[in-house]
């Protein structure tokens, strides 16, 4: 399984006209293939930060994901990233 997990900054005003932009991302990736979880929301403490987190079956899965593009609208610019892939070897109640 991989996680991927971290955080993206946008400029504070920029971030609704952000999350709108890639809305329609989380329900293409859900759709697809291997994907488990896919969201991308607005921090409730930080205005700058939106959190991030995907979790695929496998590597082959997330690649062919990354690899189909899309036609939506453009984002405003990240002003910086924070985002990591995770491999899970085992995976047991909390």
């Known amino acids: 399984m991989i996680i991927i997990a971290g955080e993206l900054h946008v400029d504070p005003a920029d ?3 952000y999350l ?3 809305a329609d991302v ?3 990736a859900r759709e697809t ?3 488990l ?3 991308q929301a ?3 403490i930080d205005p700058t930060r939106i959190n991030v987190y995907e979790r695929w079956e496998s590597d082959e899965h997330l690649h062919r ?3 189909t593009g899309g036609d939506g609208p453009e984002p405003p610019p990240i002003t910086a ?3 990591r892939k995770y491999r899970i070897s085992g995976v047991e109640e909390p």
Do not use: I, N, S
């Open 65 to 67: 994901f990354r690899e």
């Open 26 to 28: 989380a329900r293409l």
């Open 37 to 39: 979880d896919f969201a």
């Open 42 to 44: 607005a921090d409730p």
């Open 81 to 83: 990233a924070d985002v």
């Open 15 to 17: 971030r609704d006209d």
């Open 33 to 35: 293939g291997g994907c």
């Open 20 to 22: 709108a932009a890639v």
